[in-house]
């Protein structure tokens, strides 16, 4: 069963009873060396941040609300997985900003 990490709009009763059709009791957990980071407008995402770390909630979702996860995030963000207190774990990482820091490491 695949489990993601919510730090924003995903921790929402109202949004995941609209995208997975359910609520979901997720699991307190804490994303180390990212930093939580928005934009005027209230968006959130993450980067890599080492030291910091990005509280949220891991959740147990089935393959097809994974994929309506996928679509919902859109172009913007992008899957990865890390790995929580031992459990491997999907998170959405803005594209854009990811890319962004790749160059500069480049």
């Known amino acids: 069963m695949p489990k993601i990490f919510a730090y924003g709009t995903l921790n929402l009763h109202e949004v995941q009873d ?3 059709n359910e609520e979901k009791q997720g699991r307190v ?3 180390n060396d990212y930093r939580l980071n928005s934009y005027p407008s209230g ?3 993450i980067t890599k941040e080492f030291g910091e770390t990005v509280a949220g909630k891991v959740y ?3 393959q097809e ?3 309506r996860t ?3 995030e859109g172009k913007a963000y992008e899957r990865e997985t ?3 207190d031992g459990e491997i774990v999907n998170v959405y990482i803005q594209r854009s900003i990811k890319e962004d820091e ?3 490491n480049a």
Do not use: F, G, H, R
């Open 29 to 31: 957990k804490q994303l």
């Open 102 to 104: 790749s160059q500069n």
């Open 65 to 67: 609300q994974l994929e």
């Open 82 to 84: 890390v790995t929580i």
């Open 43 to 45: 968006i959130y995402y």
């Open 70 to 72: 996928d679509a919902y």
């Open 18 to 20: 609209w995208l997975w």
């Open 60 to 62: 147990d979702i089935s």
